[in-house]
């Protein structure tokens, strides 16, 4: 294990900027757990809240709480289903899938803003970096 300080540091100061980045990107007041909601839900289609949570990583009480505010501003609506009414799914509206889209294309401006400067070489070791963390976690679940 590195015993850094320097890097530990230097990764908790970049993730944070990082994420007030992309928060800075959110508009009409949306937090960043209901823009995933709303991302899963135009990748996967309708989703229960128990479904979200799981994916998402939130409580589904969370979940529903994130949801009223998506539904009582048109980015998604809840619909049950014929053969059991007590069975809610959550589904993105036209309006949610414009959000998604319009945030999408923020995302991808502010993450080449993060890595302008880096030569391709540089960017191909944080790739591997990247996939080796991502490696790590999987293993650790």
């Known amino acids: 294990m590195i015993e850094n300080r320097e890097l530990l540091?230097?990764?908790?100061?970049?993730?944070?900027?990082?994420?007030?980045?992309?928060?800075?990107?959110?508009?009409?007041?949306?937090?960043?757990?209901?823009?995933?909601?709303?991302?899963?839900?135009k990748e996967t289609g309708p989703r229960k809240a128990t479904e979200l949570a799981e994916v998402i990583q939130m409580t589904p009480g969370a979940i529903t709480g994130a949801s009223d505010k998506l539904v009582s501003e048109g980015y998604a609506e809840r619909k049950g289903t014929k053969e059991d009414r007590r069975v809610v799914y959550l589904e993105i509206t036209e309006k949610g899938k414009e959000f998604v889209e319009n945030m999408n294309e923020k995302q991808k401006s502010v993450t080449a803003k993060f890595f302008e400067g880096l030569s391709d070489e540089d960017i191909n070791h944080l790739i591997r970096i990247y996939k080796q963390i991502s490696h790590n976690l999987d293993g650790k679940a």
């Open 9 to 41: 540091e230097l990764f908790s100061n970049v993730l944070r900027k990082m994420k007030k980045e992309w928060s800075n990107q959110l508009e009409h007041g949306l937090s960043p757990s209901q823009y995933f909601i709303l991302k899963t839900l």
